[in-house]
């Protein structure tokens, strides 16, 4: 599947921010805590939650669409040993059925997560933290799944290696059987959103919003009926934001979190951009801005996402001067660059986490890789600004992440047809 794109056009209008997919997919592996029936608000119909639902189906679960994005999810009957490993290879987010998993069952068996080719990616922070907590695992090498069981000794503490979103999460969910305190844990809004979640499902959240979390063992029963909705997409808000300044279009983004985007919002300012903010819209002028070249440096949060790096790459192509790109988290984050030198582009890769970006940049249509779900993503903002046809392969990857996006831009008068 590809992307047809025929670019150089400003656009105009409002675009809304779909559900977090990453938050959406967490809280759907936290359903499986519980047989009582849980609806979701807000959820992204995107392809890993299509996917993750899959891999609980496989398991016995059974759930609804009750609206466009609103979904009812029973998991009374789970069998563990009936998982689908084919569909848990294709997605990275399965990693996160470990926790509830072992929460519920005691044990879990699971092959080595998939996802996007962004680096090495082990799961290696996973692990040393379920040993940490008391959980013994074990490679099955004939049949290519982990092993998981709870030993004897349970651990009321756990300091994890790195700040980790989904080790974080896993470790929330883990700890919802005896209690744990997790150090050193990661504080986006997506893990804050599943600790809610947490506490609708019964069970005591300490810390939200720190980097010290305690969860404890559910108190009494739980309710008859769970709601909840997820949170806007903040990935999503930042990509959109940046397009608009990109294309040098005027585009009013509705739905977001300022707060979650402040650091995004600081750079795109200090570039240039002219943006206005009001209560949950943010309104990009990208025509009336005057882009210039920043170093733009991925941190965890609250910095600039590293899923955000790449559109601000994109961007700093058509900034006056050197643009210095610096993400620290993953090596493999800068494929793309190859991929927008094609189109006329002068950047140099200096290692695997820098890169120098030269603009103001002419960009010429061509045919390009998507490479990985938010490199995808980015190849569609520069090819909306090139000149002439773009193609974009695979565009399956970026649905992964990104609802209709061809039908969403199209809305706003991009030329983008699927083929």
């Known amino acids: 599947m590809k992307f047809v794109i025929n670019g150089g056009k400003k656009l105009e209008g409002t675009i809304r921010v779909s559900g977090a997919k990453n938050a959406a997919t967490p809280i759907i592996a ?22 993750l639902l899959q891999i609980l189906k496989s398991m016995g679960s059974t759930y ?21 490993q084919h569909l848990v290879r294709k997605i990275r987010s399965s990693i996160l059925l470990v926790g509830p998993l072992l929460s519920r069952f005691g044990k879990a068996k699971l092959s080595f997560p998939g996802g996007c080719h962004i680096g090495a990616r082990p799961i290696d922070t996973h692990l040393m933290a379920l040993r940490d907590a008391g959980v013994e695992y074990a490679f099955n090498q004939e049949d290519g799944y982990y092993e998981f069981h709870f030993s004897e000794s349970e651990q009321d503490t756990i300091l994890l290696q790195e700040f980790s979103v989904t080790a974080t999460e896993n470790m929330l969910m ?53 709601r909840h909705r997820i949170i806007p997409d903040d990935i999503e808000a930042g990509t959109f934001a940046i397009l608009a300044a990109a294309t ?37 002028r990208g025509s009336e801005s005057n882009l210039k070249a920043a170093k733009i440096d991925a941190r965890i949060y609250p910095g600039i996402p590293s899923d955000l790096q790449a559109p ?15 993400d620290t988290l993953y090596e493999g984050r800068l494929q793309y660059i190859g991929e927008l030198k094609k189109m006329g582009v002068e950047a140099t890769i200096l290692d695997p986490h820098r890169a120098l970006v030269h603009g103001p940049a002419v960009l010429h249509g061509t045919t390009m890789q998507s490479l990985d ?28 992440g990104y609802e209709k996006l061809d039908e969403r831009l199209r809305a706003l008068g991009a030329d983008i047809v699927r083929d």
């Open 312 to 326: 601000f790459g994109v961007l700093a192509t058509q900034a006056e001067g050197t643009s210095v790109i610096f």
């Open 248 to 284: 040098r279009s005027t585009i009013t983004i509705e739905g977001i979190v300022p707060e979650s985007l402040d650091a995004v919002l600081i750079k795109l300012r200090q570039m240039g951009v002219v943006l206005d903010v009001e209560k949950d819209r943010l309104t990009v």
């Open 373 to 400: 779900l938010r490199a995808g993503a980015t190849l569609v903002i520069a090819a909306l600004v090139a000149r002439e046809e773009s193609i974009i392969e695979e565009a399956e990857q970026i649905d992964r």
């Open 30 to 51: 936290a359903t499986l805590l519980t047989d009582t029936p849980v609806t979701l608000e807000n959820i992204p119909r995107i392809g890993d939650v299509e996917t």
């Open 174 to 226: 883990l700890g919802t059987k005896h209690g744990l305190t997790i150090r050193l844990a990661a504080l986006e809004p997506h893990v804050s959103d599943t600790a809610i979640f947490l506490t609708k499902l019964g069970y005591e959240v300490q810390g939200m919003g720190t980097h010290t979390l305690r969860v404890l063992p559910l108190q009494g029963k739980q309710a008859s009926e769970i």
């Open 64 to 84: 609804e669409w009750l609206g466009e994005h609103t979904l009812r999810i029973v998991n009374a009957n789970i069998n563990p040993d009936n998982i689908d």
